[in-house]
């Protein structure tokens, strides 16, 4: 991996983070990149899930509102 795609890594990783800022991510993805990767998956599956539950929500709350006035 170069250091431009550690650097990139790393940022991804740091952002929105409560836990890493940059130069503690960079230091995690020169250390093991792969579990930077799967954290940054997981984060975005969490997101995009969480983001589908909000949807469901406003379809079913619209549904019960149309419903029942």
Do not use: C, H, W, Y
Not at 4 to 18: H, I, M, V, Y
């Amino acid at each position: 991996m170069t250091e431009r795609e550690e650097r990139d890594l790393a940022r991804r990783l740091a952002d929105g983070s409560t836990v890493f800022d940059f130069e503690k991510a960079l230091e995690f993805v020169k250390d093991r990149p792969a579990e930077a990767e799967e954290l940054i998956r997981n984060r975005e599956k969490t997101k995009r899930t969480s983001e589908e539950f909000a949807l469901q929500r406003e379809r079913r709350r619209r549904a019960f509102i149309e419903d029942f006035g």
